[in-house]
């Protein structure tokens, strides 16, 4: 049996095999490619995405969130964080066999009419057969199909975030016809998924009677002007919240230095996160991190993420945790900080790291770290957090920066559990490497 077979076959039925399979699959020409290729195939139509609603299984999220960080990770380390990210996607929930044969056998005409029917409709399992009758889906079909759900908050976003990745994941895999039309498809389906629009509605009132557009500007607010728009992000109620914000965008404030505050109010609430909500915290920056690299200016959009910040709960200052004094900052020192379990101490290493102009190396360390947590124990948050920060860097204000990469420390430190999967695959693509 081929190679290629076999890991096919440890895709259908992952046995403990899993890891040695991968390792001698990705060390054939291309093999890092062809092995998600692969695996989008066989999983897309298996995962019993139904079962898990109103919730996403997040392994093929996963998967583009550990290609958005290969550049900051050793290949080893990449290869690690491929391998159980992978394996988390091989084990998630199935669908029965009689169910898979009809999922397999669904193609519609390829019909945009038809599709957008389907997704107002709420039709999803009609929306993904009709997803697999386009030829090819391009940029320009993620697109107009993110555009059909950009006002749509269910499960706190997950809808602009999984299509958004998934479009993104189809570039890097190099546009293949039947990749594409799997992650459209799951695109198409969890478009056409229960929706959400109370946010946006709420916004709407609070913008009638304007034609307003968000510009996409970089941010030009002094600390102390985004501090007082983070203090509305994080004291107000939604009321007062979506009044103060709509007044803010009516006067002109673009995108820039929206995103800036939006970004400074989610790193204070990822600091005020109980250990158990962690995870579910630093979903805001994905979501941020997706505003970032489709640049809505529908104000709507905006407000919406500003309620989405808002949800989570806000600690008095006095009880907030605070980063420790680092002499001499140092990714090593960060990356053990993160390791040992010492939230303050990583806190202070990454706050050290940011302020000696060293971002990079605070992300790369945080990636590394990423890499080195089982992805089923935290359902990739971490890995996602990462991706999210490494996309956001660059549009942030310093102040922004820094808070950010703060409080990823925190929650990497807080969040650390078992790495017994990353050994495991350790060990199977150490052994490959061998003459």
């Known amino acids: 049996m081929s190679t290629e077979a076999r890991w096919q076959q440890e895709l259908g039925i992952p046995t403990d095999n899993f890891f040695p399979v991968f390792a001698e699959r990705v060390s054939q020409p291309y093999g890092v490619r062809d092995a998600i290729r692969e695996a989008v195939k066989t999983l897309v139509p298996r995962i019993d995405?139904?079962?898990?609603?109103?919730?996403?299984?997040?392994?093929?999220?996963?998967?583009?969130?550990?290609?958005?960080?290969?550049?900051?990770l050793e290949e080893p380390s990449f290869l690690r964080a491929l391998a159980i990210c992978l394996h988390m996607a091989a084990h998630e929930g199935r669908r029965?066999?009689?169910?898979?044969?009809?999922?397999?056998?669904?193609?519609?005409?390829?019909?945009?009419?038809?599709?957008?029917?389907?997704?107002?409709?709420?039709?999803?399992?009609?929306?993904?057969a009709e997803a697999q009758g386009f030829e090819l889906p391009g940029a320009g079909d993620f697109q107009r199909l993110r555009s059909l759900t950009e006002l749509d908050m269910a499960n706190v976003g997950h809808k602009t975030v999984l299509i958004c990745d998934l479009?993104?994941?189809?570039?890097?895999?190099?546009?293949?016809?039947?990749?594409?039309?799997?992650l459209f498809g799951l695109a198409a389906w969890v478009a056409a998924t229960t929706e959400d629009t109370f946010w946006a509605r709420r916004a709407a009132k609070r913008l009638v009677g304007t034609d307003l557009s968000v510009p996409w500007l970089r941010s030009t607010l002094d600390s102390a002007a985004l501090q007082a728009q983070v203090r509305d992000l994080c004291d107000l109620g939604l009321v007062a919240l979506l009044d103060r914000l709509a007044e803010r965008l009516r006067a002109g404030q673009g995108a820039g230095d929206t995103l800036a505050a939006l970004v400074l109010g989610a790193s204070e609430k990822q600091l005020d996160a109980r250990r158990d909500l962690e995870g579910k915290t630093a979903w805001t920056f994905a979501y941020l991190a997706s505003l970032a690299r489709s640049r809505p200016t529908d104000p709507r959009v905006w407000c919406q993420a500003a309620a989405l910040v808002n949800l989570f709960p806000t600690d008095e200052p006095e009880d907030r945790v605070q980063p420790a004094a680092v002499a001499a900052p140092s990714a090593d020192g960060l990356?053990?900080?993160?390791?040992?379990?010492?939230?303050?101490?990583?806190?202070?290493?990454?706050?050290?790291?940011?302020?000696?102009?060293?971002?990079?190396?605070?992300?790369?360390?945080?990636?590394e770290a990423a890499t080195l947590n089982d992805p089923t124990f935290n359902h990739a948050h971490q890995l996602l957090a990462v991706a999210a920060a490494a996309d956001l860097l660059e549009h942030l204000p310093s102040v922004a920066q820094e808070a950010m990469l703060v409080a990823l420390a925190k929650n990497l430190a807080n969040s650390q559990g078992s790495g017994d999967l990353g050994r495991l695959a350790d060990r199977a693509l150490g052994a490959a490497r061998q003459p």
């Open 335 to 367: 990356l053990d900080a993160v390791l040992d379990l010492e939230p303050t101490l990583a806190m202070g290493q990454a706050q050290g790291l940011v302020r000696a102009g060293q971002e990079e190396a605070a992300l790369r360390a945080l990636a």
């Open 167 to 182: 479009a993104d994941l189809q570039e890097r895999l190099e546009w293949p016809k039947a990749t594409g039309r799997r």
């Open 96 to 128: 029965s066999p009689q169910a898979l044969a009809q999922v397999l056998a669904a193609k519609g005409s390829g019909s945009w009419r038809n599709l957008e029917d389907f997704i107002q409709s709420r039709r999803p399992g009609l929306a993904y």
């Open 49 to 72: 995405w139904e079962a898990y609603q109103p919730h996403v299984p997040h392994g093929l999220l996963g998967l583009r969130a550990v290609l958005r960080v290969q550049p900051l």
